[in-house]
């Protein structure tokens, strides 16, 4: 260690020096500020050593640091962040942001007691799945249906009830890894089934998941690919006649819906999107889907199908264990309520309504945030450009909708930098670099967001 290096060591100002500093005092801190001194300092004598600092910051410098450090310390781990990206349902993100009405149900719910489960009518003790089995039940079509934490704990609780200890028959192109590492074989594993792989990756027939089928057949599980699309030369048996199947040999057919959209999208321009009424009609026995995807509500696992197999669900020891919480019932309930007129559930729930927004609506909001950052500077150069937008969330894979945003330059700053200055801002604005420019995707923004974008673009002219 070098002479200036040590000899700025000891010009460091001790804890006590800042806390009783005029220019501290300005600040009228809490005590809690304690923290944030010291991490300050200890980073000012890291970079000491490391020879990145050449000389002390002043009193106000330092004072500065610290209320910048006790802003990050007073944080929130879990906050709010401005989705920039076009994904809608961005797992990183949170997925599905909530409708007012499911907001407004979680708050009067959280705030209060609540009968979760008290039979208001009978004033006797109920089931918390009676809450929203007749709205599912409407929506779909389903005889019965329940709902847990989420989509994968609904798998593994229909596979552990209806065919634990046997075997369970899986198209080996259907062998998906979802998010988090999970896989299907390993939760196959964990419910007490045997995989009985049929098939190849592209393509399997009805003939092998009939020659599959033995006294030790317990099931047969469709699952939908989720994240990714096998194009090209393939064939599978679609669902009626999987059903069919399944019916003569005695068998529950359960499909992994994966998302679970419960209206057709097609007046919208977006085709192809399967309902959870379709696979009720084509005569699966039990459907998993999520309740924070296509249906856009709070993270849950819905299940909905025969009754006589729901009841074994709802039966089941391992149904406690992944039962939800009277704030995502209630959220969902509110959800599910708006889905009685389409109309509505398209208007209200934000994630059907940035699917379906039209290009001409998100091309003058990308002109109007793109009016309110050009004026920022003279060396800014802003513009409107198209791009695309995803549904995301192991949903539409392959369906790339068309949408606006802008793209944000300044002087000579790296783009790498922009994005990083914009990522770290107070609400965190996450956008994408895409052919070495960064995008801000309108589709995802609320205009009522475009004031902190701008805050957070006016701060690049401090650097």
């Given at each position: 260690m070098n002479e200036d290096v040590k000899r700025l060591l000891r010009e460091i100002p001790s804890v006590d020096e800042i806390l009783n500093s005029s220019v501290f005092l300005e600040f009228n801190p809490s005590l809690q500020v304690t923290d944030a001194v010291r991490t300050t300092l200890e980073r000012l004598r890291k970079n000491i050593i490391e020879e990145h600092v050449k000389k002390i910051p002043s009193m106000r410098e330092l004072v500065y640091l610290v209320m910048k450090e006790d802003e990050v310390l007073n944080t929130n781990n879990l906050q709010k962040v401005i989705n920039g990206t076009g994904i809608i349902l961005h797992t990183n993100l949170g997925r599905a942001p909530l409708s007012r009405e499911a907001i407004a149900a979680?708050?009067?719910?959280?705030?209060?007691?609540?009968?979760?489960?008290?039979?208001?009518?009978?004033?006797?003790?109920?089931?918390?799945?009676?809450?929203?089995?007749?709205?599912?039940?409407?929506?779909?079509?389903?005889?019965?249906?329940?709902?847990?934490?989420?989509?994968?704990?609904?798998?593994?609780?229909?596979?552990?009830?209806?065919?634990?200890?046997?075997?369970?028959?899986?198209?080996?192109g259907e062998l998906v890894e979802i998010g988090g590492s999970f896989r299907i074989p390993d939760?196959?594993?964990?419910?007490?089934?045997?995989?009985?792989?049929?098939?190849?990756?592209?393509?399997?027939?009805?003939?092998?998941?009939?020659?599959?089928?033995?006294?030790?057949?317990?099931?047969?599980?469709?699952?939908?690919?989720?994240?990714?699309?096998?194009?090209?030369?393939?064939?599978?048996?679609?669902?009626?006649?999987?059903?069919?199947?399944?019916?003569?040999?005695?068998?529950?057919?359960?499909?992994?819906l994966g998302s679970g959209a419960l209206m057709k999208l097609d007046r919208y321009k977006i085709y192809g999107v399967k309902t959870v009424k379709d696979s009720v009609n084509a005569g699966v026995d039990i459907i998993t889907f999520s309740g924070d995807k296509l249906l856009g509500g709070p993270q849950a696992g819905i299940i909905v199908g025969r009754k006589s197999l729901?009841?074994?669900?709802?039966?089941?020891?391992?149904?406690?264990?992944?039962?939800?919480?009277?704030?995502?019932?209630?959220?969902?309930?509110?959800?599910?309520?708006?889905?009685?007129?389409?109309?509505?559930?398209?208007?209200?729930?934000?994630?059907?309504?940035?699917?379906?927004?039209?290009?001409?609506?998100?091309?003058?909001?990308?002109?109007?945030?793109?009016?309110?950052?050009?004026?920022?500077?003279?060396?800014?150069?802003?513009?409107?450009?198209?791009?695309?937008?995803?549904?995301?969330?192991?949903?539409?894979?392959?369906?790339?909708?068309?949408?606006?945003?802008?793209?944000?330059?300044?002087?000579?700053?790296?783009?790498?930098?922009?994005?990083?200055?914009?990522?770290?801002h107070r609400t965190p604005i996450i956008g994408r670099i895409e052919d070495a420019y960064f995008i801000l995707d309108v589709s995802t923004i609320s205009e009522t967001e475009f004031k902190e974008i701008k805050n957070a673009f006016l701060r690049l002219g401090e650097i």
């Amino acid at each position: 260690m070098n002479e200036d290096v040590k000899r700025l060591l000891r010009e460091i100002p001790s804890v006590d020096e800042i806390l009783n500093s005029s220019v501290f005092l300005e600040f009228n801190p809490s005590l809690q500020v304690t923290d944030a001194v010291r991490t300050t300092l200890e980073r000012l004598r890291k970079n000491i050593i490391e020879e990145h600092v050449k000389k002390i910051p002043s009193m106000r410098e330092l004072v500065y640091l610290v209320m910048k450090e006790d802003e990050v310390l007073n944080t929130n781990n879990l906050q709010k962040v401005i989705n920039g990206t076009g994904i809608i349902l961005h797992t990183n993100l949170g997925r599905a942001p909530l409708s007012r009405e499911a907001i407004a149900a979680i708050n009067e719910t959280a705030s209060s007691y609540s009968n979760l489960e008290y039979d208001l009518t009978y004033g006797k003790r109920s089931s918390r799945h009676a809450l929203v089995e007749d709205y599912l039940k409407d929506l779909t079509g389903a005889e019965a249906a329940m709902v847990v934490n989420n989509n994968a704990a609904a798998v593994l609780l229909a596979l552990s009830a209806v065919a634990n200890g046997k075997e369970v028959i899986v198209s080996r192109g259907e062998l998906v890894e979802i998010g988090g590492s999970f896989r299907i074989p390993d939760v196959m594993l964990q419910s007490g089934c045997t995989l009985v792989e049929v098939g190849t990756t592209n393509k399997t027939y009805s003939k092998d998941y009939i020659n599959a089928i033995s006294e030790n057949t317990g099931a047969l599980l469709r699952v939908h690919t989720s994240n990714f699309t096998i194009i090209g030369f393939t064939s599978k048996p679609d669902l009626s006649e999987l059903a069919k199947i399944a019916d003569d040999n005695n068998l529950p057919l359960i499909e992994d819906l994966g998302s679970g959209a419960l209206m057709k999208l097609d007046r919208y321009k977006i085709y192809g999107v399967k309902t959870v009424k379709d696979s009720v009609n084509a005569g699966v026995d039990i459907i998993t889907f999520s309740g924070d995807k296509l249906l856009g509500g709070p993270q849950a696992g819905i299940i909905v199908g025969r009754k006589s197999l729901i009841d074994k669900m709802k039966a089941h020891p391992l149904a406690r264990a992944v039962r939800l919480d009277k704030l995502c019932f209630a959220a969902l309930e509110a959800t599910l309520r708006l889905y009685k007129t389409p109309k509505t559930a398209v208007e209200r729930i934000p994630t059907l309504n940035m699917l379906t927004v039209s290009d001409y609506e998100l091309h003058n909001k990308a002109k109007k945030l793109c009016e309110m950052l050009s004026n920022c500077f003279d060396d800014a150069i802003i513009s409107v450009i198209k791009t695309y937008r995803q549904a995301g969330g192991g949903s539409m894979p392959e369906e790339n909708i068309s949408s606006y945003g802008v793209n944000i330059m300044k002087g000579y700053l790296p783009v790498s930098y922009i994005e990083e200055h914009f990522r770290k801002h107070r609400t965190p604005i996450i956008g994408r670099i895409e052919d070495a420019y960064f995008i801000l995707d309108v589709s995802t923004i609320s205009e009522t967001e475009f004031k902190e974008i701008k805050n957070a673009f006016l701060r690049l002219g401090e650097i």
